[in-house]
């Protein structure tokens, strides 16, 4: 006890230290990002509903394969007539992924706990050479 007490300090740079080790995993867990080997993985085993929350323009020049649009401004309206079923995992994707990750919190609020944005949109996905429709 007398050691701790003597050396406060060096307890104090374990703790801060460890904290920041600690730090990016737990921010990139409250993220709700996903990659697209994750995201390839819940849609062929979890039978996951991919929603592509951007413009109709955007959506029609490309999107990933099998996706459904709906756009970000009618997400809350839209969404549960697109995935009945709120159990299923729900990928959100955008052009590069600000908007899916706040169609995450819209998901959420409807009740879809399993909803998770795909980190990078679009983008990410056209980067690992995955399959992408136009309309």
Not at 38 to 53: E, F, P
Not at 95 to 105: D, F, K
Request: glycine fraction near 8%; hydrophobic fraction near 45%.
């Amino acid at each position: 006890m007398k050691f701790i007490i003597d050396n406060w300090y060096l307890l104090l740079i374990a703790l801060v230290s460890g904290s920041m080790l600690f730090y990016p995993m737990l921010k990139g867990a409250t993220a709700g990002s996903l990659s697209t080997a994750q995201a390839i993985q819940l849609i062929n085993r979890d039978k996951a509903v991919v929603i592509d929350v951007c413009e109709p323009e955007e959506f029609a020049a490309g999107h990933v394969k099998g996706a459904k649009n709906v756009p970000l401004n009618q997400l809350e309206e839209k969404l549960p007539q697109m995935v009945k079923n709120k159990a299923l995992p729900v990928i959100l994707v955008c052009a590069r992924g600000g908007r899916a990750q706040r169609a995450t919190g819209v998901a959420k609020k409807l009740g879809y706990e399993n909803a998770q944005a795909l980190a990078g949109g679009l983008t990410a996905w056209r980067d690992a050479t995955l399959p992408v429709e136009k309309a």
